[in-house]
């Protein structure tokens, strides 16, 4: 419950200061408006703002999905070969310095105006964080635990799936904490590039209009989006990793 009062009370806070923002600066509303104003207009249209967000949502679950299978899979293939790998996480890490910006005209040039440069932009974002963590947690397995595994009849390949992936698990959880928030943020620039639907779509689109209260209330909806992804993870990750609670793993974890 403290919990619970806790992440209410950082969104009250906010709320109490922009209405104090309102109060004593007075701008037009055009440029920013209340936060009543932005209410009102989530109120007043309530479809044409759910129909945006399932488009955006649908492009950050599929982003997330394949993201964090490309991430596991180029973690364990490091893990398993470690000269390629050694030769591949440079180009991994060229790939994640590149500018969004910069990336995304070319996927959409690429995959077209629809979901797929979407969630390809999405998947990118995702990928790094989930890898980095993973393989990282894959390295840092129990050097005394090795040796002890070498003693047996165990292959390389019966190590690593029952022994090094399984003490790893952690490291996945919390690159997904890293990379769940950042999930939007690779769908709504896709959107910004080009697309015919979604959150990013209705907030540039209203932009050009000086719409402010419509952006603000895609501001809105994208940040309850981004905390219920990380809520979401961490109520998930007890599934994947049950013995969370017993060393203490999840409460450190969190910030």
């Known amino acids: 419950m403290s919990t619970v009062l806790t992440a209410a009370a950082a969104p009250l806070v906010i709320l109490l200061l922009w209405q104090v923002a309102i109060v004593l600066l007075a701008p037009p509303s055009y440029i920013f408006p209340a936060p009543a104003t932005v209410f009102e207009t989530l109120a007043a249209k309530p479809d044409h703002f759910l129909k945006h967000t399932l488009i955006t949502l649908q492009e950050i679950g599929l982003g997330l999905f394949f993201g964090t299978i490309a991430g596991v899979v180029t973690a364990i293939g490091v893990a398993s070969f470690p000269r390629t790998g050694r030769l591949v996480w440079p180009l991994v890490l060229v790939a994640q310095a590149l500018p969004v910006f910069a990336i995304a005209p070319l996927l959409v040039l690429w995959f ?32 005394d635990l090795l040796d002890f595994c070498a003693l047996t009849d165990g292959t390389h390949r019966q190590i690593l799936w029952r022994v090094r992936l399984p003490l790893a698990l952690p490291g996945l959880v919390s690159g997904l904490r890293v990379a769940a928030p950042l999930a939007p943020l690779g769908a709504i620039v896709g959107e910004w590039v080009g697309a015919s639907g979604g959150l990013g779509f209705i907030m540039l689109q209203a932009n050009a209009r000086m719409q402010t209260a419509d952006v603000f209330a895609g501001l809105a909806i994208l940040a309850f989006l981004t905390l219920a992804l990380r809520a979401a993870i961490d109520l998930l990750s007890p599934l994947l990793v049950p013995w969370a609670r017993e060393n203490g793993f999840q409460q450190q974890a969190k910030p």
């Open 112 to 143: 077209g105006f629809g979901t797929t440069s979407k969630v390809v932009m999405t998947s990118l974002i995702i990928f790094f964080p989930v890898a980095s963590a993973f393989a990282d947690g894959i390295r840092r397995t129990d050097r």
